[in-house]
T-cell receptor, first 113, second 110 residues
Framework: AQSVTQLGSHVSVSEGALVLLRCNYS??????LFWYVQYPNQGLQLLLK??????LVKGINGFEAEFKKSETSFHLTKPSAHMSDAAEYFC???????????FGPGTRLSVLP | DADVTQTPRNRITKTGKRIMLECSQT?????MYWYRQDPGLGLRLIYY???????NKGEISDGYSVSRQAQAKFSLSLESAIPNQTALYFC?????????FGEGSRLTVL
């Protein structure tokens, strides 16, 4: 069975600082990987996804993530945090594209002025 | 207007009551899902449906049932609600590997 771990249930950064949210997965086959963001009182929306090809994936709002097969990781980064980035971030995997999404527990990002 | 609409957005009920959460979508997607969100646990899959005649149990289906009334409608029922079903429930559709979520239904069972 697939599983997803996200190191740190809560991460705080200063405005303008680097954002790094960690995601590791366990899968017997190369998975499809996703990052979703949830703003307060809203549903989740897709930030970015890795399917095949280039391992560095760019998403919306300046976020990007790199798939590292040897480390079974898909960490999310943004060079400079903005106050509007404060939200909860979920990493997810899917072994069969479009099916059986498994979500991590989430990381709440706070951005300090 | 939202592409995936959930009703009600908030509901408080008592133990033993029957509750239905409704989901409708205008995206034209065949695949629909019900997830439950609990703090520290992420989202867990309750049921999913790949078309009107296809209903599948997810990770945590016990205590829940669903009905796919049409391509656009997928409802979740709690036949006899219990306090540990207090959670935030999300309906979602998918196409091309991406999930599209509603805004959630917050259910409190007293």
């Amino acid at each position: 069975a697939q599983s997803v771990t996200q190191l740190g249930s809560h991460v705080s950064v200063s405005e303008g600082a680097l954002v790094l949210l960690r995601c590791n997965y366990s899968s017997s086959v190369p998975p499809y990987l996703f990052w979703y963001v949830q703003y307060p009182n809203q549903g989740l929306q897709l930030l970015l996804k890795y399917t095949t090809g280039a391992t560095l994936v760019k998403g919306i709002n300046g976020f990007e993530a790199e798939f590292k097969k040897s480390e079974t990781s898909f960490h999310l980064t943004k060079p400079s945090a903005h106050m509007s980035d404060a939200a909860e971030y979920f990493c997810a995997v899917s072994r069969n594209y479009g099916q059986n999404f498994v979500f991590g527990p989430g990381t709440r990002l706070s951005v300090l002025p | 207007d939202a592409d995936v609409t959930q009703t009600p957005r908030n509901r408080i009920t008592k133990t033993g009551k029957r509750i239905m959460l409704e989901c409708s979508q205008t995206k034209g997607h065949d695949r629909m899902y019900w997830y439950r969100q609990d703090p520290g646990l992420g989202l867990r899959l309750i049921y999913y449906s790949f078309d009107v005649k296809d209903i599948n149990k997810g990770e945590i289906s016990d205590g829940y049932s669903v009905s796919r009334q049409a391509q656009a409608k997928f409802s979740l029922s709690l036949e006899s609600a219990i306090p540990n079903q207090t959670a935030l429930y999300f309906c979602a559709t998918s196409r091309d590997g991406e999930l599209f979520f509603g805004e959630g239904s917050r259910l409190t069972v007293l």
